[in-house]
Nanobody, 124 residues
Framework: QVQLVESGGGLVQAGGSLRLSCAASGRTVRSYAMGWFRQAPGKERDFVAGIRWNGVNTYLADSVKGRFTISRDNAKNTVYLQMNSLKPEDTAVYYC?????????????????WGQGTQVAVST
């Protein structure tokens, strides 16, 4: 049974920072690309960031470029999302997911396992 467990969410003031973690168990994800998505209330789930298995190649949505960084520690089977300069519009439930195939970061159908999500709330 594969499990992805996100943590690190919470309430923060605008301009603050949070680091989200996604720990995988049941299978090693070191050979998989990993992605972070978010879903704000009443909106669709959107792509935020992705990272290839090697940890070198990353991709960020335009809305978070320059503020968010994605990284991974394959020895710990964990992926991170460092979020700086947070804005109220970053408020959402953040999900991580593993992508065993495909070339499109934003195609949610290419991701096979998803975590349960962690809530991020940014106040003004």
């Amino acid at each position: 049974q594969v499990q992805l467990v996100e943590s690190g969410g919470g309430l923060v003031q605008a301009g603050g920072s949070l680091r989200l973690s996604c720990a995988a168990s049941g299978r090693t994800v070191r050979s998989y690309a990993m992605g972070w998505f978010r879903q704000a209330p009443g909106k669709e789930r959107d792509f935020v960031a992705g990272i290839r298995w090697n940890g070198v190649n990353t991709y960020l949505a335009d809305s978070v470029k320059g503020r968010f960084t994605i990284s991974r520690d394959n020895a710990k089977n964990t992926v991170y999302l460092q979020m700086n300069s947070l804005k109220p519009e970053d408020t959402a439930v953040y999900y991580c997911a593993s992508r065993p195939y495909g070339t499109s970061w934003t195609a949610q159908g290419d991701y096979d396992y998803w975590g349960q999500g962690t809530q991020v709330a940014v106040s003004t």
